[in-house]
């Protein structure tokens, strides 16, 4: 098994403080989605980042491999209902406690 960071971003860098009411709806989605994830322990994180440069999503999961992984993101709520992509980012060497 190996980790992953999973970068969400959405279509414009303000989203996180300007998300419509339909918007926070599918959001809401997306971390009930998440939330499933930890439960099983697929997932080990997950958190908006405050950038300056515009607010993104992080995830942290562990996945047989990068299309694995990119299968969990393909069926984010966010993604399905075309609130954001993502990046998959494979962790090469990390430490955990």
Do not use: K
Request: proline share 5%.
């Amino acid at each position: 098994m190996n980790w992953y960071l999973l970068r969400l971003t959405a279509g414009r860098p303000d989203f996180a403080y300007t998300m419509t009411e339909a918007e926070q709806a599918v959001m809401g989605r997306h971390s009930a989605y998440w939330r499933g994830h930890l439960d099983e322990g697929t997932a080990l994180i997950f958190s908006p980042v405050a950038d300056p440069a515009g607010a993104w999503g992080l995830c942290i999961v562990q996945a047989v491999d990068a299309q694995a992984a990119a299968a969990l993101t393909d069926a984010d709520p966010a993604v399905v209902e075309g609130v954001g992509s993502y990046q998959v980012l494979q962790l090469f060497s990390p430490v955990l406690r």
